[in-house]
């Protein structure tokens, strides 16, 4: 069974290394699916999820968007935030989209629409995450 190897970096961290079988990614263009032999190909992200095929189980990450070097044997994704299914704190991720959503509402112009819209968007990669993972475990 082809692999190749994939790293997931953050300014703090190395969240993921490992040979896999599949990865599935949120390129800003849409969802994107890399398998071994991939032409070379520099993919810009969104936040969202990807998801890790590695031998028959599946691994989870929420991410803050970034990038993804794309090469035949190795894929490198630099991102600011990437947080594991298991790593992510439900409550916190839930307020942090509540939040944002209400200060959207104000009609402010100090507000920075921008980074409230990035904020809930990285807020709902973070619950889909957890979400996809409690859907996988009562499957099984």
Not at 84 to 101: G, Q
């Amino acid at each position: 069974m082809k692999t190749f190897s994939l790293e997931i970096v953050t300014p703090e961290k190395v969240a993921y290394k490992g040979d896999v079988r599949q990865i599935s990614i949120p390129a800003y263009e849409g969802e994107m699916g890399v398998l071994p032999g991939h032409i070379d190909y520099l993919a810009m992200l969104s936040p969202g999820e990807i998801r890790i095929k590695r031998n028959d189980d599946l691994v989870l990450f929420a991410i803050s968007g970034g990038f993804a070097e794309i090469h035949p044997k190795n894929v490198v994704i630099l991102c600011e935030t990437a947080e594991s299914a298991e790593d992510i704190d439900i409550e916190r991720a839930n307020l942090a989209k509540i939040r944002a959503a209400e200060k959207l509402k104000v009609s402010d112009k100090s507000i920075d629409t921008k980074q409230l819209q990035f904020a809930i968007q990285r807020a709902a990669a973070r619950l889909k995450v957890v979400s996809d993972l409690k859907k996988r475990k009562k499957r099984k």
